[in-house]
Each structure stands twice: as structure tokens, then as C-alpha cells.
């Protein structure tokens, strides 16, 4: 069974920072790629970013490049999003989600987590 475990949110000022992880178990990481995504209150659910292990490849959002920082421990079956320089517009609930590779578009991604909830004040 695949699943996806979500952890390391908080509550942290404007500036701060947080390392989300995404625990992966039921499939191996080498197959896939993982994208963290988030939703905040009255708003879709968006893609920030993602990263295949195969190639070590990886996408972000315009909106969080240059402050986040996605990669993988293929050891640990584990995804981690470094999140730096936080802005109160971060804040939301975090989900991961898995997608075979290559993955087409942000649709192609299920497997959601329960998510994490990130609160960023300012």
C-alpha cells in the first residue's frame, strides 16, 4: 500500500524557517517522483514543488524559488522540503503527493498525505 507520511510544520515569524519531510512507504522513491503542495484557507491546492530521485531533477513555483529547497534521502525513503525566508503568504496546510515518473502535470500526483500545517506570522 502506498502512503505518505507528512511532518515538521509549525507555527514561525516572518523570516523564519521549516524543514517539512514526507516519509514514503509501500514503494520506492527510485520510481517516482514526489511534489509537495499546499492548500491555504479559501484557495486551491497548488504545486510548489517537486523532485524526481531517478535524476535528481527538480521544479518549483516561481513564488518559492530562491527560498525553498526540495531533495531526498533515498535511504530513508524520505522527501524534505527546506523552507527558508518564510513570508506570512506561506502559510497552509502542506501535503506530499507521489506521481510515476515522468509526471505530466501536477494532476498526474495522488497518494496525499494527511498534510502539515505551516503558520507564518508576521
Known amino acids: 500500500e502506498v502512503q505518505l507520511v507528512e511532518s515538521g510544520g509549525g507555527l514561525v515569524q516572518a523570516g523564519g524557517s521549516l524543514r517539512l519531510s514526507c516519509a514514503a512507504s509501500?514503494?520506492?522513491?527510485?520510481?517516482?517522483?514526489i511534489g509537495w503542495f499546499r492548500q491555504a484557507p479559501g484557495k486551491e491546492r497548488e504545486g510548489v514543488s517537486c523532485?524526481?530521485?531517478?535524476?535528481?531533477?527538480?521544479y518549483y513555483v516561481d513564488s518559492v524559488k530562491g527560498r525553498f529547497t526540495i531533495s531526498s534521502d533515498n535511504a530513508k525513503n524520505t522527501v524534505y522540503l527546506q523552507m527558508n525566508c518564510l513570508k506570512p503568504e506561506d502559510t497552509a496546510v502542506y501535503y506530499c503527493?507521489?506521481?510515476?515518473?515522468?509526471?505530466?502535470?501536477?494532476?498526474?500526483?495522488?497518494?496525499w498525505g494527511q498534510g502539515t500545517q505551516v503558520t507564518v506570522s508576521s
Open positions: 509501500g514503494f520506492t522513491l527510485d520510481d517516482y517522483a
Open positions: 523532485i524526481s530521485s531517478s535524476d535528481g531533477s527538480t
Open positions: 503527493a507521489a506521481a510515476k515518473i515522468p509526471p505530466r502535470s501536477w494532476h498526474d500526483f495522488g497518494s
